[in-house]
């Protein structure tokens, strides 16, 4: 057998992952730094950068009669079947727009308008404002109550309990978030929507994997959804594109798209190829990875394996983070600090959110800065005040991890936090 991700990744296989990656340890304007600032933005797969300059200087479009324009359509053809094989998807089509909330905004805007009127909208407190504000405002707009579930505060995620109430038979669309990007736990989206048809089977369920995606274990076919929107710039490539994934009852349903165009298209305009091939460099990433760590032959089940391994990896890194390694001791022991969610949490993925008494959270992360440590803050505004009021905190300091992360960074993560805190 190969490397094995069951206590994290081998120092071998680790240094690897690391030299895949853009600026994996020195910030170009900076300096050298620790980056725990991923759910703000992951690091940049090198190839995704090469990727980009090769595509930007291509002057060609789609569609025309030259090898230039056939290989670009071939381009995106791959990338689209690329998209299948790492969310597993055999259905539905994928498309590329202008960024994750755009896209939220766009199928949940379908979604209200084109379902039967009246009924309701259902979603949770725990979500990004990006699908609760577009939620807010297509249910208005189509004539539909929006009704927004409250999320559990002490475990900082959600369940198919927390939806059940809100339930009726004429809820016509259902939001669900797949990772908090404040509390950083995950939800058992194909419970939710379990729960949903049990009692709405035709509901138009639409999920937001922005946080997510980063961490593996994608399976829309296991979900029994409508729509799946990430952030590539947060799963290892670049800004500047969003993608989407809906299935064919939600195509069905009239949305934005030119007039007598075949096949009534989700794209608008014309396709950035390089949006479509720097994803194909994220999924050949997951593909590679899936092959350190397992013997799978079958790229699916390597990108599979490849989840499983990052889970366990960043597992260990957040162990790490909150009891402590080598003589450091962790947030959990530190006096005067709250973890947000708790601190043994099963649905945590690579993400800790935490308050210190006496201290608010930005001269933290400016204090955590002086020391080489790259991390933010999290206030009770429009982003997170969902999450942060019902706890009481004004601001939290959010340490997000990755799975090219090291347990070294975070040693010198607690011994920072160790001088802050003055323990």
């Not at 429009?382 to 009481?392: C, M, R």
Request: net charge negative; glycine share 10%.
């Amino acid at each position: 057998m190969k490397d094995t991700a069951a206590t994290g990744f081998s120092p071998a296989l680790l240094s690897e992952i690391r030299d895949r990656f853009a600026h994996v340890d020195t910030c170009p304007f900076e300096g050298e730094r620790v980056f725990f600032e991923n759910a703000g933005g992951a690091l940049t797969l090198k190839s995704v950068v090469e990727t980009s300059a090769k595509m930007a200087a291509i002057p060609d479009n789609q569609g025309r009669d030259n090898p230039a324009s056939k290989a670009l359509v071939e381009i995106i053809d791959r990338a689209k079947a690329d998209m299948r094989v790492l969310f597993n998807a055999p259905e539905g089509q994928f498309f590329v727009g202008e960024s994750g909330t755009e896209l939220l905004f766009r199928l949940i805007s379908v979604a209200c308008l084109g379902t039967p009127e009246g009924g309701r909208v259902v979603g949770s407190s725990m979500e990004h404002p990006a699908s609760r504000s577009a939620a807010d405002r297509w249910a208005k707009v189509a004539g539909k109550a929006h009704v927004v579930v409250a999320h559990d505060d002490e475990t900082g995620s959600v369940g198919p309990e927390h939806y059940a109430d809100a339930l009726t038979p004429d809820t016509r669309v259902a939001t669900i978030v797949h990772t908090s990007p404040v509390t950083g736990m995950g939800v058992d989206v194909a419970a939710i929507a379990r729960a949903i048809r049990t009692v709405s089977p035709d509901c138009i369920i639409i999920v937001d994997g922005i946080q997510h995606a980063a961490h593996g274990r994608l399976d829309i076919e296991s979900y029994d959804i409508d729509g799946y929107v990430v952030s590539p710039y947060k799963v290892f490539s670049r800004h500047g594109y969003g993608v989407a994934w809906v299935s064919d009852r939600l195509s069905a349903l009239p949305h934005d798209t030119l007039m007598n165009a075949p096949g009534a298209p989700w794209e608008m305009g014309t396709r950035d190829t390089g949006s479509y091939a720097t994803f194909s460099d994220v999924v050949a990433y997951f593909d590679w990875l899936g092959g350190q760590v397992s013997d799978a032959t079958d790229r699916r089940a390597r990108i599979v394996a490849a989840g499983e391994a990052i889970h366990d990896h960043e597992k260990r890194l957040t162990d790490a983070m909150l009891y402590g390694t080598g003589n450091l001791a962790g947030l959990a022991e530190l006096p005067g600090v709250r973890i947000v969610g708790g601190v043994d949490n099963p649905r945590r993925e690579g993400l800790v959110s935490f308050a210190l008494s006496g201290s608010e959270a930005p001269e933290i992360v400016a204090a955590l800065r002086e020391r080489g440590i790259r991390v933010h803050s999290r206030k009770a505004d429009h982003y997170s005040g969902n999450i942060l009021d019902p706890l009481g905190l004004a601001t939290c300091v959010r340490v997000s991890l990755c799975h090219y992360n090291s347990e070294a960074e975070v040693a010198q993560f607690l011994q920072a936090m160790k001088e802050i805190v003055g323990a």
